[in-house]
């Protein structure tokens, strides 16, 4: 997987976010919110 470069605010808020989980899981997760929010309804 490539790696991304991210500011330390929003590291800090991944970290939040993960509750336990795996970064990588939780950056998923998120993936998918955004895309369900930001994609129009078929």
Do not use: C, H
């Amino acid at each position: 997987m490539p790696e991304i470069t991210v500011s330390d605010g929003l590291y800090r808020q991944l970290e939040a976010a993960s509750l336990g989980k795996s970064q990588e899981e939780t950056l998923w997760a998120m993936v998918y919110q955004f895309n369900r929010r930001n994609s129009p309804s078929e």
